[in-house]
C-alpha cells in the first residue's frame, strides 16, 4: 500500500505506528475538533496502548494505517485513525452479510479499510482537524480513504460510529449511509438517583429498587474507583473477569492484560472503575471510559452469578456516578434491549460506506434502504417501551 500522496499545498501519509506521532500533536487536532474533548477513546495515549500492547497490529486482523495529514511547513493539521481489517470482529457494525454475498460471487471482501476506534462502539468525529487548518482537509481525507480502496483493489472503506457532521461530509461524498442504535441514559438535572427514579412510572421504579436492594442484601461490596485509587490488585482482578467473561461469551477477549497495565498509568484520571466484592473475593467489574460530559460504560465482567449484579455495576452505579459529577450523559453502549427498563433510551448511530465493487455497492445500497427502514420503526417500537412517566 502506498504511504502517501500529495493534494495541493498539503501532505498525506499513512503511518504504521501512531507513537511515530507526537502525542501533542495528535491531540491538539482532536481537541479542535467539535465533539473531541469528550471523546478519551481517540487520545494518542488510549490509541497508542491499543498498539504497544499487541491488543491491535500482529496476527490480530487489525493493523494500524492512520491517516497524517501536514501542512506546506510539516505541521500536523489533520488525522483520522484508519485500520487495514482483515476480518470483521469487534467492530460492532455488522456486514458478515456483504462478505459472504461478495465472496459467493467470485470476489474477495477482505482486507478491507476501517477508520473506527477498534472494539469501541462509541460515536465520535473520526476526521480530526486542526482549528487553523488549510480548508478542505475533511474532504481531502475522505478522498484519500476512496483513492486507497481503489488502487489497491480493496473492497471498501468504512467509517463506524461517527459523528453527525462527520457522517454528513460521507455521505455527501457519495458513501452509503447505515443506521444503528444504542442506548443512553440523559441527566435531566437529577440531584440524586431517588430523584430520577421519582420520573419512572410506579412499576418500573419499584423494579429498580428491588434490582438494587438485592444487590445491598447479597452482602456484597461495590467500590466506585478513579484516579489513584486504582491499584495493581484492582487491574489483576478485572482482567481476571473480564477474560472468564470473554472466554465463556466470546472465545477469546481482544484487549490484553498490558493495555489495562498501560490504561491505568497513562489514563486512570479517565478511567472509572466499578468493582464488586465478596468477601475478600473480587466478583464482578465494570470499565467506563470519563469523558468531559459523558460517562462511557465499556466491559464488563463477572466469575460467579449474582441476581441483578451486572445491572447494578454497569447501568446504575454509572447513573450514580454521572449524577454525582453532574455528567450530562452516560452511554452504555450496543445492544440489550434490557436497558431500556432501567432508563437508557435507545438513540440513532451512523456507519458510513464506500465500495468499490459495483455489483456490491447495488446490492448493498437496495438492503440499506430496507434495513434503514426497519429500524426507524424499531427505535419507533423500543421507545415506547419507556420506563418513564409521560409528561
Request: proline share 5%.
Amino acid at each position: 500500500m502506498p504511504d502517501g500522496q500529495d493534494l495541493d499545498n498539503i501532505s498525506i501519509d499513512l503511518v504504521e505506528d501512531i507513537r511515530r506521532l507526537p502525542a501533542s500533536d495528535w491531540d491538539a487536532c482532536l481537541l479542535d475538533t467539535p465533539g473531541g474533548a469528550d471523546n478519551p477513546f481517540l487520545r494518542h495515549t488510549f490509541l497508542a496502548a491499543l498498539e504497544s500492547s499487541g491488543s491491535v497490529g500482529g496476527n490480530t486482523g487489525w493493523d494500524p494505517r492512520h491517516v497524517a495529514v501536514r501542512d506546506e511547513g510539516g505541521r500536523l493539521v489533520g488525522v483520522a485513525p484508519l485500520y487495514v481489517k482483515y476480518h470483521s470482529y469487534g467492530e460492532y457494525v455488522f456486514d458478515h452479510g456483504w462478505a459472504n454475498a461478495l465472496d459467493q460471487a467470485g470476489g474477495r471482501y477482505y482486507p478491507k479499510l476501517l477508520s473506527a476506534v477498534p472494539f469501541t462502539p462509541v460515536t465520535g468525529p473520526r476526521l480530526l482537524v486542526r482549528a487553523d487548518a488549510p480548508p478542505g482537509i475533511p474532504a481531502a481525507i475522505i478522498a484519500t480513504l476512496a483513492g486507497l480502496t481503489r488502487r489497491n483493489d480493496l473492497s471498501g472503506a468504512h467509517v463506524t460510529f461517527p459523528n453527525q457532521a462527520d457522517h454528513d461530509r460521507l455521505v455527501e461524498a457519495g458513501w452509503l449511509s447505515r443506521i444503528g442504535t444504542q442506548y443512553h441514559w440523559d441527566n435531566r438535572g437529577y440531584r440524586s438517583f431517588e430523584d430520577f427514579l421519582g420520573a419512572f412510572s410506579s412499576r418500573k421504579r419499584k423494579m429498580v429498587r428491588k434490582e438494587r436492594q438485592s444487590v445491598t442484601d447479597s452482602g456484597l461490596e461495590l467500590l466506585t474507583l478513579t484516579g489513584t485509587d486504582i491499584r495493581e490488585e484492582h487491574w489483576d482482578a478485572f482482567d481476571r473477569l473480564y477474560r472468564s467473561t470473554s472466554d465463556r461469551k466470546w472465545g477469546s477477549p481482544y484487549l490484553t492484560r498490558d493495555f489495562f497495565f498501560q490504561l491505568g498509568q497513562g489514563m486512570a484520571d479517565r478511567v472509572v472503575l466499578v468493582m464488586a466484592r465478596d468477601g475478600g473475593r473480587w466478583v464482578g467489574g465494570a470499565l467506563n471510559m470519563l469523558g468531559e460530559t459523558t460517562l462511557y460504560g465499556r466491559n464488563w465482567g463477572g466469575s460467579e452469578t449474582y441476581p441483578f449484579l451486572h445491572f447494578e455495576a454497569c447501568y446504575y452505579r454509572a447513573i450514580d456516578f454521572a449524577i454525582e459529577r453532574g455528567l450530562n450523559r452516560v452511554e452504555a453502549g450496543a445492544q440489550g434491549e434490557h436497558k431500556i427498563q432501567r432508563g437508557y433510551l435507545p438513540v440513532k448511530t451512523f456507519s458510513a460506506h464506500y465500495l468499490a465493487h459495483r455489483g456490491l455497492r447495488y446490492a448493498v445500497t437496495d438492503f440499506l434502504l430496507k434495513e434503514r427502514a426497519a429500524m426507524e420503526a424499531h427505535i419507533a417500537d423500543l421507545m415506547a417501551e419507556s420506563p418513564y412517566r409521560q409528561a
